[in-house]
Each structure stands twice: as C-alpha cells, then as structure tokens.
C-alpha cells in the first residue's frame, strides 16, 4: 500500500490543523472563498444601517494562480452576479468589479493606485509585495481541517524510479490548481538538489489530481505531483492506486492562497464584515453559501504558516543561482578552450 507518512494523530507529519469550521469536507475553491467573504459584508449590516449606505463598488483582484482549474470568465460573471443580487436582497446598490492579474507589476500598480479593495492572492505574489505595505492579509482558507496544502512525488513501483535522482528525461504530470500553485517549483527544486538542471525532467502541468495520477497509474507517464488530499481520496475511491504508486519525496505544508485587504481600506461595514466571515457555518444561509462555493470556512492569517513558503523560495532561488553559475563557468571553459586551440594553429 501507498505509505505517506503521518503523525500519532492521524495526520501527515508536519501539518497544522486548523480550528474546526463544523462544515462537511468541501473541495475549496479560492472564487468561493472571496464570494462568501464579500457575501458577509453585504449581509452582516443591519436593515436600519445599509438603507443609508450610499452605493459600494467592490473591486476585486485575483492572482492568476487563484483561477489555475477555474474558468476565468464564468467565475467572474456568477461572483459579479450572485453578489449584486445578495445586494439588493439587503437593500444594498452594489457593484462588483473583478480582474485578475496574470502580472505581479501590474497587480502591484493597481494596489498602490487605491483601484483594488480585497485581494485573493497566491503565498508567493503575497510575500512578493509583503515590504511595500499595500496589503493587509485577513484570512486563510480551510480545506480537510488545514490551511496548508502537502505535496507528494510519486512513481510507479515497478516502473524503474527508485527516487528524484533517476527523472533526468522522464515525463512528470504537475497538478496545478489554486492550492498547488507552487507544486512545479517544488519539483524544480528536487531536482536540481540532485545536481541535475530545473527542467531535467520532462513536466507538464494539468488541473486534476486524476489527469497527473492515473497516467502513472497506467504506464502513461513515469511520475507526477499531487497534493496529498487528492491523493487520498483517489485512493480511496480506488485502492489498487495506492499499491501500485509509491511515494519518492513529500514536501513541508505549503500555504497556497491568501485574501488581503488593501492596506489602509476602511469601510464603515469593516467591523461586521470581519465577524461574519468567521461565522458563515453557524447559520443556514451561510452553510449555503459554503456549500455553493465549496469552501469549509476560513481562518484568521497567521504569519508563521507562510515560513514553509519562504524556505522553498529561498532554496530554488539559491539553487537557480548555483545553476546558472555552473552554466556561465562552462560556457566560460569552453571559450578558453576555443582560444587555445587557436592559438595553437601555426
């Protein structure tokens, strides 16, 4: 059977579990999360309050990395839809305005010209505009119990992969969704920790944990990338996956998305925005806007989750270094070679 190493209480070693949110296990989508969130705003106000509010215009922004196995298009047009109407329900003119971001710099240019209010964002774009004080990070997201998110490698048992050394040439599916945004760096640094270059392996990225399991499954591939609940489930919906993969390397809990406040936002509905996004499951009509959106509930931010983030970064980020010096010296040997062959020509 497939052994993924776990704790004495059950779960994988190094996880966090987050406070229980009460909620059945959802699939989490980051679109859900900011609508149940802008939801809360909305519905938290009093009747007495939001007949006197002048009209909200919300402006969302979202790292690509948030919509990787959602359709862009239908998931803006149902958030911009299903918001406006939770509006005028509360008697609330509201406008949504939504875009997402496939440029840091131009996400960083909208944040610091005051156009964007919340932002859903991946740990790594976060802590790419971290120093520059333009966000305040609010929530994390739940899914299983956790905010974090665990990699695993795996290979066939019997397919001649005993570990990440013997990938040089070999085909890898990456899952890559909103929660395994960072899955093909993790990789990337695997290998080059084995002396062999970024893209030694032949990787290819797809948004299903089946479309990068079952090809292993079935001789189609060599190896992939999943994220450990997935993989759990699959096994679970069918074993004899898990007797025949086995698992080559597994990562630290990675922190995949945040929802951020633009720095200095303050509107009047702050406050009971805050409280009601916490308690979206205590009620019916919040366990229907989970349960819609497929999220479980969200957790307050907490900065040490992002440290697993920032040690993988630093590791790819010196090993890239390290690569691309060896790259240059050998360029740099065979030029003097060039040279001297040269000069050796009476």
Not at 229 to 254: D, F, H, R
Request: hydrophobic share 45%; charged share 25%; with cysteine.
């Amino acid at each position: 059977m497939l052994k993924i190493p776990t704790s004495a209480h059950g779960m994988p070693d190094g996880t966090r579990r987050c406070p229980s949110v009460g909620v059945p296990r959802w699939t989490p989508g980051a679109l859900g999360l900011a609508a149940a969130l802008l939801a809360a705003c909305l519905t938290a106000e009093p009747p007495d309050v939001v007949s006197q509010r002048e009209e909200k215009v919300l402006n969302l922004a979202f790292s690509d990395h948030v919509f990787a196995d959602v359709n862009v298009s239908d998931g803006l047009a149902a958030m911009k839809v299903w918001i406006e109407t939770i509006g005028r329900r509360r008697h609330v003119s509201v406008t949504v305005q939504g875009r997402v971001y496939d440029e840091l710099a131009v996400l960083r240019q909208g944040l610091h010209a005051r156009e964007i209010d919340l932002a859903v964002i991946s740990a790594r774009d976060y802590l790419s505009l971290a120093e520059e004080g333009v966000l305040e990070p609010q929530f994390m997201s739940v899914r299983a119990g956790k905010a974090t998110e665990q990699y695993v490698l795996l290979a066939r048992k019997n397919g001649g992969i005993g570990d990440v050394s013997a990938l040089r040439d070999r085909s890898v599916l990456v899952q890559k969704t909103s929660r395994t945004n960072m899955a093909s760096l993790w990789l990337e640094t695997l290998l080059m920790e084995k002396g062999m270059p970024a893209n030694a392996a032949k990787a290819k990225e797809v948004n299903k944990v089946t479309r990068a399991a079952l090809p292993v499954f079935f001789g189609q591939a060599d190896a992939c990338v999943v994220n450990q609940n997935g993989l759990e489930t699959l096994v679970e919906l069918n074993p004899q996956v898990g007797k025949q993969l086995q698992v080559l390397a597994t990562s630290s809990e990675i922190l995949p998305i945040i929802t951020c406040l633009r720095a200095g936002y303050r509107p009047s509905f702050l406050k009971d925005f805050l409280s009601a996004a916490y308690e979206l499951n205590q009620d019916a009509a919040g366990r229907q806007v989970l349960a819609i959106f497929q999220v479980e509930g969200v957790v307050s931010f907490d900065p040490s989750y992002l440290d697993a983030v920032k040690d993988l970064l630093k590791r790819h980020h010196e090993l890239k270094q390290h690569e691309v010096l060896k790259a240059e010296q050998a360029v740099s040997a065979a030029d003097g070679k060039a040279l001297g062959a040269r000069a050796e020509v009476p």
